[in-house]
């Protein structure tokens, strides 16, 4: 092992980065786990140099593997070029899937919400697989279910993923959080009820929608319009 190390060193130095990381890699596999995670960071930096992606994510990936027995501090540093690797690289599933891990293990509240809604916006955005962002936005909701702004997001990946029903459900429920309270908000909020009931075909419902929020904001030009 000692002589595997100087070889890596050497070749490090010289600038011959690919020969530096196959011998980093080689190490990883008598190396205990005090050295694993920066042995693994070391070839990993060097196969990102030589844009080596798959060499790199074979390495950061078999390290995260191997994450329970790592200190937090290597476990977290191993997370965070993972992250780097799969964001640089567009790998977007992967990405989500670490960011989801992520928030899973979490016991902070606060971290936990951020670190789902991440994942979910990444489902939403990059891959646009609606039906999975909408079961993480509903994790982020169990962790703090009176977020209005995040009750709106669910009800917009809802109609994206075709499940109107429950995009226009989510929209009461924030009605419903108003308790009785009227803004120019709650306006808004009836209005997007009735154009979800448009989309679905129920003119009574949207009309009765665009009524609540006329008597809310009786001002609203395009509340007037539509009715």
Same mark, same amino acid.
């Given at each position: 092992?000692?002589? $595997?190390?100087?070889?890596?060193? !050497?070749?490090?130095?010289?600038?011959?980065?690919?020969?530096?990381a196959e011998?980093?890699? @080689? $190490?990883?596999?008598?190396?205990?786990?005090?050295?694993?995670?920066?042995?693994?960071?070391?070839?990993?930096?060097?196969?990102?140099?030589?844009?080596?992606?798959?060499? !790199?994510?074979?390495?950061?990936?078999?390290?995260?593997?191997?994450?329970?027995?790592?200190?937090?501090?290597?476990?977290?540093?191993?997370?965070?070029?993972l992250l780097?690797?799969?964001?640089?690289?567009?790998?977007?599933?992967?990405?989500?899937?670490?960011?989801?891990?992520?928030?899973?293990?979490?016991?902070?509240?606060?971290?936990?919400?951020?670190?789902?809604?991440?994942?979910?916006?990444?489902?939403?955005?990059?891959?646009?697989?609606?039906?999975?962002?909408?079961?993480?936005?509903?994790?982020?909701?169990?962790?703090?279910?009176?977020?209005?702004? !995040?009750?709106?997001?669910?009800?917009?990946?809802?109609?994206?993923?075709?499940?109107?029903?429950?995009?226009?459900?989510?929209?009461?429920?924030?009605?419903?959080?108003?308790?009785?309270r009227r803004?120019?908000?709650?306006?808004?909020?009836?209005?997007?009820?009735? @154009?979800?009931?448009?989309?679905?075909?129920?003119?009574?419902?949207? !009309?009765?929608? $665009?009524?609540?929020?006329?008597?809310?904001?009786?001002?609203?030009?395009?509340?007037?319009?539509?009715?």
């Amino acid at each position: 092992r000692p002589a $595997l190390e100087a070889l890596a060193r !050497l070749y490090e130095q010289e600038g011959q980065h690919a020969d530096a990381a196959e011998m980093y890699e @080689q $190490l990883l596999e008598e190396a205990g786990m005090d050295s694993y995670a920066r042995t693994a960071l070391n070839a990993g930096s060097l196969y990102r140099q030589v844009e080596d992606v798959e060499a !790199l994510l074979r390495v950061l990936e078999g390290a995260l593997e191997k994450a329970e027995e790592m200190s937090a501090t290597d476990r977290t540093d191993v997370e965070e070029a993972l992250l780097a690797a799969y964001r640089d690289n567009e790998r977007w599933q992967a990405l989500a899937d670490l960011v989801f891990a992520q928030a899973e293990r979490s016991s902070d509240e606060d971290e936990k919400l951020v670190l789902y809604r991440r994942a979910a916006a990444l489902h939403a955005e990059r891959r646009e697989d609606f039906p999975r962002a909408a079961e993480i936005y509903e994790k982020a909701l169990a962790v703090k279910s009176e977020d209005r702004g !995040l009750m709106m997001t669910l009800s917009d990946v809802y109609t994206s993923a075709g499940r109107l029903a429950d995009s226009i459900g989510m929209l009461e429920r924030i009605v419903e959080s108003y308790h009785g309270r009227r803004s120019k908000e709650l306006a808004e909020v009836h209005h997007r009820i009735a @154009q979800a009931h448009l989309n679905g075909g129920d003119d009574l419902a949207a !009309l009765s929608s $665009l009524k609540s929020a006329r008597k809310i904001d009786p001002g609203s030009i395009g509340i007037q319009h539509q009715l």
